[in-house]
Every structure is written in structure tokens, then in C-alpha cells.
T-cell receptor
Framework: EAQVTQNPRYLITVTGKKLTVTCSQNMNHEYMSWYRQDPGLGLRQIYYSMNVEVTDKGDVPEGYKVSRKEKRNFPLILESPSPNQTSLYFC?????????????FGEGSRLTVL | SQQGEEDPQALSIQEGENATMNCSYKTSINNLQWYRQNSGRGLVHLILIRSNEREKHSGRLRVTLDTSKKSSSLLITASRAADTASYFCATADRSGSARQLTFGSGTQLTVLP
């Protein structure tokens, strides 16, 4: 089954404790992206990757890091989480060959930073 | 930055009625997409309409696009309780790239049994 898998789905942590949210897709998609969703603000893009070893900032990259060492994986790293990073995070992927920009989303990771 | 803006922000209807949601955007697009999000879940792609299309159907969904008014509408016919969700429009710029997909803030649809 084609899917985007995120882990963990729920996480409560404390300020300053480094954490990683993993994302993996099994559709051989070139493009992957991270979004955060906050009430009243919709989805905002954090980082994206056009292909392996190619990443770039989205609209709200501060406080986050990413890496793309393999095509299927695109982890989101919070080196020193702060309470304003409490949010619902989504990983998404897309195929360039489809040339439509249709995104496939993971189920989301709800992060609370105390 | 948000380009698509949905209207209304919230909509409540009875099962069996039709639901219409609107989306307005500001700049030229390659395509416009609609997504559904069940509470706390990931977004699911519903339908895509290209800038050279005016209307598209998929099951109980009907999407229209008016590029002169920079607006789109999503019609769900014969709604069901299971249609209760948030609906987002997303616009892709002229390149059609997923990188340039910009989401609105969504319409919360509640279908009452």
C-alpha cells in the first residue's frame, strides 16, 4: 500500500530536549516536504527536498533541520525545541513525473513542548 | 504565505443536502487542488482541476474554476455524515510544482445526521 509514515504520532517533550520526527514514503517520490498546522494559520511549509541531498527552506524554517540521505526518508529535527513549536506536523511527498504537484500526506505527528 | 482563502470558514448542513465551499486566490495558477482532512488526520487529495479546465467531476464531487475571477468552488452532493471534515484548497503556481503548492486555511464542514 502506498503510504507516507510518520513517527512518533504523539510526543510530549520539554524545552531544549532534541528530538527527531521520522518520515518515510514507499512511492519512490522525489519530492518530500514538512508542514506544520496551527489553528487559524493553515498549513505552513517548514522545509522541502527536491531529491536526495537537496533540501531548502520553506516559509517557517527557524528552529528546524532536515536531511535527505535516502530517497525514502526525510526526518525533521528539532535541535532545541521550544513551546512555540508545539504543533501538528505533517510530512508529504510527491512525484515530479506526475507533474501535477499532488501531495500524499502522512497521518501527522502531534508535538507538545512543555 | 497563503494564497487560497476558503469561504465559509465553517458550514453546517443536514445529511442529504448539498455543500458548497469556495476558494479565492491571488496569482496565476497551473492547477488548483482540493484536499480533505478528517479531525487530527492527514490531508487526502480529492480532486485537481487545471487552469485550462472549467469544471470537473469525481463521484459526488464537482469542482469549478473561474480563472478570470480567480476562484473555485467545491460542491459535495447528497452529503453524508462521513463527509464531516475540513476541506482545503491548494494552488500550484505556473510551474505546477508541489514545492509551490499553497494551502488556504480551510472550511470546516459538519454534516448532521
Amino acid at each position: 500500500e502506498a503510504q507516507v509514515t510518520q513517527n512518533p504520532r504523539y510526543l510530549i517533550t520539554v524545552t531544549g530536549k532534541k528530538l527527531t520526527v521520522t518520515c518515510s514514503q514507499n512511492m519512490n517520490h522525489e519530492y518530500m516536504s514538512w508542514y506544520r498546522q496551527d489553528p487559524g494559520l493553515g498549513l505552513r511549509q517548514i522545509y522541502y527536498s527536491m531529491n536526495v541531498e537537496v533540501t531548502d527552506k520553506g516559509d517557517v524554517p527557524e528552529g528546524y533541520k532536515v536531511s535527505r540521505k535516502e530517497k525514502r526518508n526525510f526526518p525533521l529535527i528539532l535541535e532545541s525545541p521550544s513551546p512555540n513549536q508545539t504543533s501538528l506536523y505533517f510530512c508529504a511527498s510527491s512525484s515530479w513525473t506526475a507533474n501535477t504537484g499532488e501531495l500524499f500526506f502522512g497521518e501527522g505527528s502531534r508535538l507538545t513542548v512543555l | 504565505s497563503q494564497q487560497g482563502e476558503e469561504d465559509p470558514q465553517a458550514l453546517s448542513i443536514q445529511e442529504g443536502e448539498n455543500a458548497t465551499m469556495n476558494c479565492s486566490y491571488k496569482t496565476s495558477i497551473n492547477n488548483l487542488q482540493w484536499y480533505r482532512q478528517n479531525s487530527g488526520r492527514g490531508l487526502v487529495h480529492l480532486i485537481l482541476i487545471r487552469s485550462n479546465e472549467r469544471e470537473k467531476h469525481s463521484g459526488r464531487l464537482r469542482v469549478t474554476l473561474d480563472t478570470s475571477k480567480k476562484s473555485s468552488s467545491l460542491l459535495i452532493t447528497a452529503s453524508r455524515a462521513a463527509d464531516t471534515a475540513s476541506y482545503f484548497c491548494a494552488t500550484a503556481d505556473r510551474s505546477g510544482s508541489a514545492r509551490q503548492l499553497t494551502f488556504g486555511s480551510g472550511t470546516q464542514l459538519t454534516v448532521l445526521p
